[in-house]
């Protein structure tokens, strides 16, 4: 069985970085592209970032262009996520998605069946 679990959440002030990991595992990660979305207080869940199952593509919501960073390290199984310069409007759950198909784009996260981590809380103050 695939599983996700996200760490490396917390509180940060604004204008501060953090550094979100996502360990996987139950098949072969290097295979699968990868995936982040963030769900705030009474807000629907929204689509942060994703990564294409070799790491060569990154596709980001135009919300945080320029501001959050995906990659990913196959030889840890493991997806990143650099968020910088953040805002409270950042402060959510964040969640780590694998794509359910083997080497697919990284759009494919948006919309494709996908593997979901239990989230990781991420407050930002101001």
């Known amino acids: 069985q695939v599983q996700l679990v996200e760490s490396g959440g917390g509180l940060v002030q604004a204008g501060g970085s953090l550094r979100l990991s996502c360990a996987a595992s139950g098949r072969t990660f290097g295979n699968y592209a990868m995936g982040w979305f963030r769900q705030a207080p009474g807000k629907e869940r929204e689509f942060v970032a994703a990564?294409?199952?070799?790491?060569?593509?990154?596709y980001y919501a135009d919300s945080v262009k320029g501001q959050f960073t995906i990659s990913r390290d196959n030889a840890k199984n493991t997806v990143f996520l650099q968020m910088n310069s953040l805002k409270a409007e950042d402060t959510a759950v964040y969640y780590c998605v694998q794509h359910m198909q083997p080497r697919t784009s990284a759009t494919t996260v948006l919309y494709g069946q996908k593997y979901w981590g239990q989230g990781t809380q991420v407050t930002v103050s101001s």
């Open positions: 990564i294409n199952w070799s790491g060569g593509n990154t």
